[in-house]
């Protein structure tokens, strides 16, 4: 029997797509593609090029018709192999009765009809469905499964993708997963159990959906949530003066709320980006990390005189920060890894002397400061797989980051990076050093001193289909760098055989006899490779920290070079 072409495909999509409105855009695609338009067919092809599948963060893509789309029916074939997995759990012994799933949303195009279809698969296969009230934070979420108790949990969103996109974040918790990683996002062997559990062949208009029959919680989980981060963050001790950004997403109200319970009174959001706006109008990508994401904050807090920029992405699980670094004269946006060490050294400050279980930990790709820091406290530390489905599970865990601006400072309340929390946590780090006439680049300076400069940086390449990095990537195994910034390499691991204790994964490490450090892996989530570099350099005195500054400077623009040649670029 002959292949069946992109064109049967999609016919046959077509006749069981549940979605007015999917359906309309297909049958448009087909007849446009019929009628030999090569941008038509050129994406049917990409829309029906194979079925998404959980990477980092769960399912994320376009919105549209096809088996690579974000859609009715590729939400309803996911929820029905979730409730296949979760009733295959009951009958394991796991559990006994239904499971109990929460499910939240953000203000995304569609998101809150991909949340109901979710809902109304999951209660016609016989599960009890908690849908969140309004689109709120993907930490609230986190929250509402953890207080709650549930099996599991789903978040649709698409985090800071463009806003074309949309995703499916899936966490397990209550009686499924118990122990540290209870009420954290899916990690092996429960991804691989629910992906095997979909059926991508069934005729999405022909798994059952219920009408009714799930419960809407009530707006107090958004106050329980604050309620508890303001308990366990406790109140301001200075006064600072704040500008937020929501960056069109739905962290605004509650971080400023937040703030202002704990005492900051002078807190001013960005008015164009404070409310949520799924087009993201005054952002070419709404990602704080992004080049002129945060310009319109720095323009309100210049005419606040504002002491810090407090920045989320458009579900709240990320927050950056801005300051005026001193060096400088002018404001910049602290890195990921400086703003974790930063919030490190806080965190360090509250382990107790006698908390012999207390950890923290970072993603292996990020700086190995927070290691550092740790060791010379006395306190343990686990370097993670990329991604806060790994870090948020590590026992005894009191803070943990990852250089992607991803923060976690109450886990105790959830175990998912937190933006919101982790907005009030620096504002009290820069309070109470403003009121010691210091700022978060002293502390920098602070740590630079006695553990050495740690600079990191990265170096990106997009391609244009996933399928283009395996072979980099197996270039660069065969043939990788013998040098980096002029350094010889002095050691090359294949993280896919495993590393320091760590399940195998899809990356590459080379260190350099000069301590400089790269990690190349590819995307979770994009068809793009990403190498992260750090340079260490030891400070002799206070004196030469400018000189060591500038020499990590020139490593790591030494080492982005090489690699920009390795890649080919």
């Given at each position: 029997?002959?292949?069946?072409?992109?064109?049967?495909?999609?016919?046959?999509?077509?006749?069981?797509?549940?979605?007015?409105t999917s359906?309309?855009?297909?049958?448009?695609?087909?007849?446009?593609a019929?009628?030999?338009?090569p941008?038509?067919?050129?994406?049917?092809?990409?829309?029906?090029?194979?079925?998404?599948?959980?990477?980092?963060a769960?399912?994320?893509?376009p919105?549209?018709?096809?088996?690579?789309?974000?859609?009715?029916?590729?939400?309803?074939q996911?929820?029905?192999?979730?409730?296949?997995?979760?009733?295959?759990?009951?009958?394991?012994?796991?559990?006994?009765?239904?499971?109990?799933?929460?499910?939240?949303?953000?203000?995304?195009h569609?998101?809150?009809?991909?949340?109901?279809?979710?809902?109304?698969?999951?209660?016609?296969?016989?599960h009890?469905?908690?849908?969140?009230?309004?689109p709120?934070?993907?930490?609230?979420?986190?929250?509402?499964?953890?207080?709650?108790?549930?099996?599991?949990?789903?978040?649709?969103?698409?985090s800071?993708?463009?806003?074309?996109?949309?995703?499916y974040?899936?966490?397990?918790?209550?009686?499924?997963?118990?122990?540290?990683?209870?009420g954290?996002?899916?990690?092996?062997?429960?991804?691989?159990?629910?992906?095997?559990?979909?059926?991508?062949?069934?005729p999405?208009n022909?798994?059952?959906?219920?009408?009714?029959g799930?419960?809407?919680?009530g707006d107090d989980?958004?106050?329980?949530?604050?309620?508890?981060?303001?308990?366990?963050?406790?109140?301001?001790?200075?006064?600072?003066?704040?500008?937020?950004?929501?960056?069109?997403?739905?962290?605004?109200?509650?971080?400023?709320?937040l703030?202002?319970?704990?005492?900051?009174?002078?807190?001013?959001?960005?008015?164009?980006?404070h409310?949520p706006?799924?087009?993201?109008?005054?952002?070419?990508?709404p990602?704080?990390?992004?080049?002129?994401?945060i310009?319109?904050a720095?323009k309100?807090?210049?005419?606040?005189?504002?002491?810090?920029?407090?920045?989320?992405?458009?579900d709240?699980?990320?927050?950056?920060?801005?300051?005026?670094?001193?060096?400088?004269?002018?404001?910049?946006?602290?890195?990921?890894?400086?703003?974790?060490?930063?919030?490190?050294?806080?965190?360090?400050?509250?382990?107790?002397?006698?908390?012999?279980?207390?950890?923290?930990?970072?993603?292996?790709?990020?700086?190995?400061?927070?290691?550092?820091?740790?060791?010379?406290?006395?306190?343990?530390?686990?370097?993670?797989?990329?991604?806060?489905?790994?870090?948020?599970?590590?026992?005894?865990?009191?803070?943990?980051?990852e250089?992607?601006?991803?923060?976690?400072v109450t886990?105790e309340?959830v175990?998912?990076k937190?933006g919101?929390?982790?907005?009030?946590?620096i504002a009290?780090?820069?309070?109470?050093?403003?009121?010691?006439?210091?700022?978060?680049?002293?502390?920098?300076?602070?740590?630079?001193?006695?553990?050495?400069?740690?600079?990191?940086?990265?170096?990106?390449?997009?391609?244009?289909?996933?399928?283009?990095?395996?072979?980099?990537?197996?270039?660069l195994?065969?043939?990788?760098?013998?040098s980096?910034?002029?350094?010889p390499?002095?050691?090359?691991?294949?993280?896919?055989?495993?590393?320091?204790?760590?399940?195998?994964?899809?990356?590459?490490?080379?260190?350099?006899?000069?301590?400089?450090?790269?990690?190349?892996?590819?995307?979770?989530?994009e068809?793009?490779?990403?190498?992260?570099?750090?340079?260490?350099?030891?400070?002799?005195?206070?004196?030469?920290l400018?000189?060591?500054?500038?020499?990590?400077?020139?490593?790591?623009?030494?080492?982005?070079?090489d690699?920009?040649?390795?890649?080919?670029?």
């Amino acid at each position: 029997m002959p292949a069946l072409t992109v064109l049967d495909r999609a016919r046959a999509w077509l006749s069981a797509d549940p979605d007015a409105t999917s359906a309309e855009a297909l049958a448009a695609l087909i007849k446009a593609a019929q009628a030999g338009e090569p941008a038509a067919l050129a994406e049917l092809e990409s829309a029906f090029a194979g079925n998404l599948a959980f990477g980092t963060a769960g399912l994320r893509a376009p919105i549209g018709p096809g088996t690579a789309r974000m859609n009715v029916a590729v939400v309803r074939q996911t929820a029905a192999g979730l409730g296949r997995f979760l009733t295959e759990q009951a009958a394991s012994g796991a559990f006994e009765g239904p499971a109990r799933i929460v499910i939240g949303f953000d203000a995304r195009h569609r998101s809150e009809d991909f949340a109901r279809e979710s809902a109304a698969v999951l209660v016609a296969a016989g599960h009890v469905v908690v849908l969140l009230p309004e689109p709120l934070p993907t930490p609230i979420l986190a929250y509402a499964l953890r207080e709650s108790g549930a099996d599991a949990g789903i978040m649709v969103t698409a985090s800071h993708n463009p806003p074309e996109d949309n995703g499916y974040k899936v966490y397990l918790g209550g009686r499924v997963v118990t122990g540290p990683g209870q009420g954290a996002q899916i990690v092996p062997p429960f991804d691989a159990a629910i992906a095997a559990a979909i059926d991508h062949s069934e005729p999405a208009n022909r798994i059952p959906v219920a009408e009714s029959g799930w419960e809407i919680l009530g707006d107090d989980v958004r106050e329980r949530y604050l309620s508890a981060a303001l308990e366990t963050l406790g109140p301001a001790t200075g006064s600072l003066r704040i500008v937020t950004t929501a960056m069109h997403g739905v962290g605004g109200r509650p971080l400023v709320d937040l703030l202002n319970r704990a005492g900051y009174a002078h807190v001013t959001p960005v008015a164009e980006q404070h409310e949520p706006d799924p087009d993201f109008p005054t952002v070419a990508f709404p990602n704080p990390e992004e080049p002129g994401a945060i310009d319109l904050a720095l323009k309100t807090a210049e005419r606040e005189d504002a002491d810090l920029v407090i920045a989320n992405d458009p579900d709240a699980d990320r927050c950056a920060v801005a300051a005026v670094d001193p060096e400088l004269g002018a404001w910049r946006m602290l890195r990921g890894d400086e703003l974790g060490a930063v919030l490190g050294a806080w965190a360090l400050e509250r382990c107790d002397s006698d908390d012999a279980d207390a950890l923290v930990a970072n993603s292996i790709v990020s700086s190995r400061l927070l290691g550092a820091m740790a060791a010379a406290r006395g306190v343990r530390h686990a370097a993670t797989l990329t991604g806060f489905k790994w870090i948020a599970r590590e026992g005894g865990l009191r803070f943990g980051y990852e250089e992607a601006i991803g923060y976690l400072v109450t886990p105790e309340l959830v175990r998912d990076k937190d933006g919101i929390t982790a907005g009030l946590a620096i504002a009290h780090v820069a309070a109470a050093l403003k009121a010691e006439g210091r700022t978060l680049f002293d502390v920098l300076d602070d740590l630079a001193a006695e553990f050495g400069v740690h600079l990191t940086n990265q170096l990106s390449i997009r391609v244009a289909a996933i399928s283009d990095v395996a072979p980099i990537m197996e270039r660069l195994r065969t043939a990788g760098p013998a040098s980096l910034g002029g350094s010889p390499v002095a050691e090359s691991s294949d993280l896919a055989a495993g590393y320091a204790g760590l399940p195998p994964t899809d990356g590459l490490l080379f260190l350099t006899e000069d301590g400089t450090r790269v990690i190349v892996r590819p995307s979770g989530t994009e068809p793009k490779l990403k190498a992260y570099i750090e340079a260490v350099v030891p400070v002799a005195n206070p004196a030469a920290l400018v000189e060591a500054k500038a020499e990590a400077a020139r490593r790591v623009e030494a080492v982005r070079a090489d690699l920009a040649a390795a890649f080919a670029l």
